[in-house]
Each structure stands twice: as C-alpha cells, then as structure tokens.
C-alpha cells in the first residue's frame, strides 16, 4: 500500500514549489532513494532539469531527463511527463496537475501544493482519490522554505 505525503507550502507561485521539490530531492538522494518526478510536458521537464543544476551554488544532484527516445537511465533521480520511469523508483513527486495512471507503482507519492486557491481545489481533489484507493496519507503543513533558492 503506497503512503502519500501533502507538503503545503506558504508561498504561492510555481517557481516556489519548484524550489521545495529540489529540497525533497536534495534529501531523498541523501537517503538514497531513488526518485522519478512526473512533469506536465517537455518544457516543464526541461526547465526543471536546468533548476536541479543551479538551485543552489553549494548541491549537486544528479539527475537524468527521460527523453521521447526511452532512453534507459541509471539516475536516482529522473524527471518526465510522458511515461512512467524506465527503472525502478521508490519515490514519485508529482508535479503534474493530475494524478499519473502508473502511481500505485510507487511506494511513496510526494504530493506539493501552495498556499493558492487552484492548489487548494487540486490537493483536496488528490486527496479524495488517494483515501479512496486505501493509500495511507500524511500532511505536513511547511512554515517556510529551507533555502531561499540559492
């Protein structure tokens, strides 16, 4: 049974989620959990793949785009919006706007959402489909992000 966890962030915007998901990644490649993070298209995949190299001057995070050409990658971090990952992840962060028909791959779905009103329609929405297929689910209520970005 997969566990989902609700980050809700207090700042609003998409580049503030985008900085707390290369947090989670930060952390989740510490632990070595190998993560596959679920875009909404190419050029969101591409602009996050650019934000993993530069987020923060002193971090390294090494990471592979999935590619149309289904490429198989050896990352532990691996970023699409296609498809799901051509090896096994534990670990999906969604930052699509919906729900990946391959989730119940996962072990663990990591779920961010800001302090916005479309969020707000959309986490109570992912919550309702998660209970609803048994998934244990946990919220974790953010004060403030733990780096400014840099």
């Not at 989620?17 to 989670?24: H, M």
């Not at 993560?35 to 190299?53: G, I, P, R, S, T």
């Amino acid at each position: 049974m997969s566990r989902v966890d609700f980050y809700f962030i207090p700042q609003s915007g998409s580049q503030a989620r985008l900085l707390f998901a290369c947090r989670l990644l930060e952390k989740a490649y510490q632990q070595e959990q190998p993560v596959y993070v679920h875009l909404e298209n190419a050029e969101k995949a591409h602009f996050f793949d650019q934000l993993l190299w530069t987020y923060r001057d002193d971090s390294f995070l090494p990471h592979q785009l999935i590619s149309d050409e289904k490429m198989v990658f050896s990352s532990p971090l691996q970023l699409g919006y296609s498809e799901q990952p051509q090896t096994p992840a534990s670990i999906l962060l969604n930052l699509h706007t919906e729900i990946p028909a391959f989730h119940h791959h996962f072990q663990r779905i990591l779920e961010i959402m800001s302090n916005e009103a479309q969020f707000k329609i959309q986490a109570e929405k992912f919550r309702i489909f998660y209970q609803e297929k048994g998934y244990t689910i946990h919220s974790h209520q953010i004060q403030a992000l733990p780096f400014n970005g840099k």
